[in-house]
Structure formats: C-alpha cells, structure tokens
C-alpha cells in the first residue's frame, strides 16, 4: 500500500471518528426528544432521494456528516473560546492535543496512525458529549417553554450518555497528549 493511500485511510478514520459518528448520534438523540419533527425531516429527504436506492444512502451520508460537522463546529468554538479558558477543564477534561507535533512527528518518518486514531477518539468522545448536552438541554428547555411533558427516561438517559462521554472524552485527550509527548522526545529523552 502506497503512503498517499495510507495517509487518505488515517485522514478518513480520523474525521470518521470525530465528525461522522458523532452525526449519527446527533441525529439519534434528535429522534429520540423530537421523533415526529425528525420523521417529518426524513420524509422531505426521501423525497429528494427515493429510499433503496445508492443517491439514498449517499443523501444519508452526506446528512450525519453535515449534522456532525455543523454541530462540532459550533462546540469547537466553543471548546477554544470559554471551556479551555477554565483551569480545570483545560486541566482535567480537555488536556490539550498538540495536532502540530503529530504532524512533525510524522515529518520525520514516525508511524502516527494509533495517535491519529486515539487523538480521533477523544474528539468523537468530546463532540458527542457536548452535542448531547446541547441537545438534551434544547429538549428539556423546549419542553419547559411550552408546557409539554418531560420524558424523564429520556432526559436521564442523555444525561448519562454525556457523563460517560465525558469521562472517556477526558481519558483519551490525556492518553493522547502524553502519547505524543512521549513519541515527541529524542533518544536522549530530551524533549
């Protein structure tokens, strides 16, 4: 296998893990607080692309990363702008993943594919939690606002999915920041 080949397979594992799953559990969520207006949603896509066929399952595709890169995007922002400046997220939940040293890592030959994957993980762990969050907020709040009823099943089980995202979200950016630290060092052990 040719590097141009191996590079393109670690670059889609990577936006895979960060971007596309997160966008299935976005939409996941968004069926499970808000099933008819999601049904209704996916009834005007099948008119676009009739289900059962290929364009389907591309339209499909093309929705869980629009979800997942729209979603993500807002909470990276978010994640640089307010959560990082709090000492004890940046400490604790979102230590920092220096992307710059894998890549000079990788200038110099070093096989970087598991930090690439793990790295990709903390960032699905990361967008999934917050996503939810955000999510599972929208439909308590919505719910408030307009008097509906609260499935507290529902709510409790969001909540639950974020904590444990959270948790494997802050174990992975601190598995892969010491990961790179580590690989970053020369043989002399010298940063």
């Given amino acids: 296998m040719s590097d141009s080949v191996g590079s393109f397979g670690q670059l889609s594992l990577f936006?895979?893990?960060?971007?596309?799953?997160?966008?299935?559990?976005y939409l996941g969520f968004a069926y499970l607080y808000?099933?008819?207006?999601?049904?209704?949603?996916?009834?005007?896509?099948?008119?676009l692309a009739p289900s059962g066929t290929l364009?389907?399952?591309?339209?499909?595709?093309?929705?869980?990363?629009?979800v997942g890169l729209t979603l993500t995007s807002v909470f990276f922002t978010l994640e640089f702008l307010v959560f990082r400046r709090i000492g004890w997220v940046r400490k604790r939940l979102l230590p920092e993943i220096r992307f710059n040293r894998i890549m000079a890592l990788q200038l110099k030959?070093?096989?970087?594919?598991?930090?690439?994957?793990?790295?990709?993980?903390?960032?699905?762990?990361?967008?999934?939690?917050?996503g939810v969050l955000f999510i599972t907020l929208f439909y308590w709040g919505n719910a408030l606002v307009l008097g509906q009823p609260i499935s507290w099943s529902r709510l409790g089980f969001g909540f639950v999915i974020v904590g444990a995202n959270m948790v494997a979200a802050s174990k992975l950016f601190e598995w892969s920041a010491q990961a790179i630290a580590e690989a970053d060092k020369d043989r002399t052990g010298n940063p």
Wanted: hydrophobic letters at 55%; aromatic letters at 14%; charged letters at 5%.
């Fill in 109 to 130: 030959g070093k096989d970087v594919s598991l930090l690439l994957q793990q790295s990709g993980q903390a960032i699905m762990h990361y967008n999934i939690w917050s």
């Fill in 55 to 66: 364009f389907s399952g591309l339209v499909g595709i093309a929705v869980v990363f629009f």
């Fill in 34 to 47: 808000f099933p008819a207006e999601v049904s209704t949603a996916l009834a005007s896509l099948n008119l």
């Fill in 15 to 25: 936006l895979t893990l960060a971007f596309g799953f997160p966008g299935i559990v």
